[in-house]
């Protein structure tokens, strides 16, 4: 038998959810052929078999989490024949009296009662999380996939229990009795005022206060649960967050000598290697040249030990139609612009297309989103756990720029480098970024 087990899709991610089984017990199934379909924060995609076979065991149903490493499902090799079932025993042994026990049992903490009984449709980090923070699970309405509990679903309980709630209010005390007087006598009459002046003197009466209106009462909208995907990216962005000093700095970078190259060469490049060419390899290989040079910008951070990593491994953020995905371009320090931009292309390809492998979403070191596709001028782009960085790349734009006291027209692109202040100073995130400026502003490598 052959174990299939849950991948780990990167090295932040301890869980996955199986969405969906593509075969079923007894089917045959062709190595690399896809098994099951898989979503975390940072994938969403098809899992291939491991070997040929017969699917002999499904033991993970759809829509269950597990952790990573987790077996579901099992194959037989070869012609997929299972297992001879192993003879039965010559003869029973009897039965034998159970001994008295020495010590009455003891009975197990309701808490740990809840979480042992819902142990099968949560994850391992929810069940370590419940034990550790003696929460009652009864008490939590889960919001992932059939009512499950999320580690966002305990963050915000934990965050509510901690708010001391606001005290009662006292009791508002009787009004005193009232003694009832006789009536007073009618008032003498008035001089009958004309109706255009009881008109100009009456203000108009005020209108009444709007109606309190429920969400689901709230013409024209509609309300859907999340993604599985999308659920998986929201807990990853808010753990980033709580996890890592965020600051941002942006730097105003000239790319006007690599614009007029890339029109220089980009026909003869696409009828060459049969793909365009984009600003982006020329980012990436000015960062990598920063890396050398600033190597705790491609470090993490291991409780109070800083890990420094020899290879240089550039996650690329590619966004996909329901989420966003950050495959790794590995050893990125080996390749060329031409290497660096067929890598891009390739990742991202496969990546709309569900077509990545496990290994291609794991171990980057440092990563680069490029919301500048989209028009955007500059952002502030959100750590990757466990990286210590990430770098913004804006629209590349022309604009009238101050030269030598004279005013002329510059391709003008804005890089935004968000870091993480526990490890990385202000300084020295400006002398890495600025590193970048200046490989692309001086650009002196050949493309063709």
Same mark, same amino acid.
């Given at each position: 038998?052959?174990?299939?087990?849950?991948?780990?899709?990167?090295?932040?991610?301890?869980?996955?959810?199986?969405?969906?089984?593509?075969?079923?017990?007894?089917?045959?199934?062709?190595?690399?052929?896809?098994?099951?379909?898989?979503?975390?924060?940072?994938?969403?995609?098809?899992?291939?078999?491991?070997?040929?076979?017969?699917?002999?065991?499904?033991?993970?149903?759809?829509?269950?989490?597990?952790?990573?490493?987790?077996?579901?499902?099992?194959?037989?090799?070869?012609?997929?024949?299972?297992?001879?079932? @192993? $003879? *039965?025993? =010559?003869?029973?042994? /009897? &039965?034998? !009296?159970?001994? %008295? #026990?020495?010590?009455? +049992?003891?009975?197990?903490?309701?808490?740990?009662?809840?979480?042992?009984?819902?142990?099968?449709?949560?994850?391992?980090?929810?069940?370590?999380?419940?034990?550790?923070?003696?929460?009652?699970?009864?008490?939590?309405?889960?919001?992932?996939?059939?009512?499950?509990?999320?580690?966002?679903?305990?963050?915000?309980?934990?965050?509510?229990?901690?708010?001391?709630?606001?005290? @009662? $209010? *006292?009791? =508002?005390?009787?009004? /005193? &009795?009232? !003694?009832?007087? %006789? #009536?007073?006598?009618? +008032?003498?009459?008035?001089?009958?005022?004309?109706?255009?002046?009881?008109?100009?003197?009456?203000?108009?009466?005020?209108?009444?206060?709007?109606?309190?209106?429920?969400?689901?009462?709230?013409?024209?909208?509609?309300?859907?649960?999340?993604?599985?995907?999308?659920?998986?990216?929201?807990?990853?962005?808010?753990?980033?967050?709580?996890?890592?000093?965020?600051?941002?700095?942006?730097?105003?970078?000239?790319?006007?000598?690599?614009?007029?190259?890339?029109?220089?060469?980009?026909?003869?490049?696409?009828?060459?290697?049969?793909?365009?060419?984009?600003?982006?390899?020329?980012?990436?290989?000015?960062?990598?040249?920063?890396?050398?040079?600033?190597?705790?910008?491609?470090?993490?951070?291991?409780?109070?030990?800083?890990?420094?990593?020899?290879?240089?491994?550039?996650?690329?953020?590619?966004?996909?139609?329901?989420?966003?995905?950050?495959?790794?371009?590995?050893?990125?320090?080996?390749?060329?612009?031409?290497?660096?931009?067929?890598?891009?292309?390739?990742?991202?390809?496969?990546?709309?297309?569900?077509?990545?492998?496990?290994?291609?979403?794991?171990?980057?070191?440092?990563?680069?989103?490029?919301?500048?596709?989209?028009?955007?001028?500059?952002?502030?782009?959100?750590?990757?756990?466990?990286?210590?960085?990430?770098?913004?790349?804006?629209?590349?734009?022309?604009?009238?720029?101050?030269?030598?006291?004279?005013?002329?027209?510059?391709?003008?692109?804005?890089?935004?480098?968000?870091?993480?202040?526990?490890?990385?100073?202000?300084?020295?995130?400006?002398?890495?970024?600025?590193?970048?400026?200046?490989?692309?502003?001086?650009?002196?490598?050949?493309?063709?």
């Amino acid at each position: 038998m052959i174990d299939v087990v849950m991948p780990q899709m990167g090295e932040s991610i301890v869980e996955g959810t199986l969405t969906k089984w593509l075969k079923k017990a007894g089917d045959r199934v062709e190595r690399d052929e896809p098994l099951f379909e898989i979503s975390t924060d940072k994938v969403d995609t098809e899992i291939p078999s491991p070997a040929a076979g017969t699917l002999q065991e499904v033991l993970v149903e759809e829509g269950k989490t597990v952790g990573i490493n987790t077996v579901v499902g099992r194959i037989a090799d070869g012609a997929g024949a299972a297992s001879a079932p @192993a $003879p *039965a025993a =010559a003869q029973a042994a /009897p &039965p034998q !009296a159970a001994p %008295p #026990p020495t010590q009455a +049992p003891v009975a197990p903490s309701p808490v740990a009662t809840v979480v042992e009984e819902t142990a099968g449709p949560l994850s391992p980090l929810v069940r370590k999380m419940a034990r550790e923070n003696n929460i009652d699970l009864a008490q939590i309405k889960g919001t992932g996939i059939g009512g499950r509990i999320t580690k966002l679903d305990l963050d915000n309980y934990l965050a509510q229990r901690s708010t001391p709630a606001p005290p @009662a $209010p *006292a009791p =508002a005390p009787l009004p /005193p &009795p009232v !003694a009832v007087a %006789p #009536p007073p006598p009618p +008032p003498p009459p008035q001089p009958q005022v004309p109706a255009v002046q009881a008109q100009v003197n009456v203000p108009p009466p005020p209108p009444p206060p709007p109606t309190a209106m429920t969400y689901g009462e709230i013409p024209s909208t509609r309300v859907e649960p999340m993604s599985m995907m999308r659920q998986k990216i929201a807990e990853h962005m808010v753990f980033s967050k709580r996890t890592s000093a965020h600051v941002t700095t942006v730097h105003k970078v000239d790319m006007t000598r690599i614009a007029k190259l890339r029109d220089k060469v980009k026909g003869q490049f696409q009828a060459q290697y049969g793909f365009g060419l984009t600003f982006l390899p020329f980012v990436l290989r000015a960062t990598i040249t920063a890396l050398r040079q600033y190597p705790i910008l491609n470090a993490s951070i291991d409780g109070t030990n800083i890990i420094y990593h020899r290879d240089i491994n550039l996650g690329i953020a590619v966004a996909l139609e329901n989420g966003l995905i950050v495959p790794v371009i590995r050893n990125a320090d080996e390749k060329n612009v031409v290497g660096l931009q067929r890598s891009v292309v390739d990742l991202a390809a496969r990546a709309r297309s569900r077509q990545l492998r496990p290994d291609e979403v794991q171990a980057g070191t440092f990563s680069i989103t490029n919301f500048g596709s989209f028009g955007s001028v500059f952002a502030t782009p959100v750590i990757n756990q466990p990286q210590v960085a990430i770098l913004g790349v804006g629209s590349v734009d022309k604009e009238p720029v101050v030269v030598d006291d004279a005013i002329a027209i510059r391709s003008m692109c804005y890089l935004a480098l968000t870091f993480d202040h526990r490890l990385v100073d202000g300084a020295l995130a400006d002398q890495f970024t600025g590193k970048v400026k200046a490989v692309l502003q001086e650009w002196a490598e050949e493309i063709l």
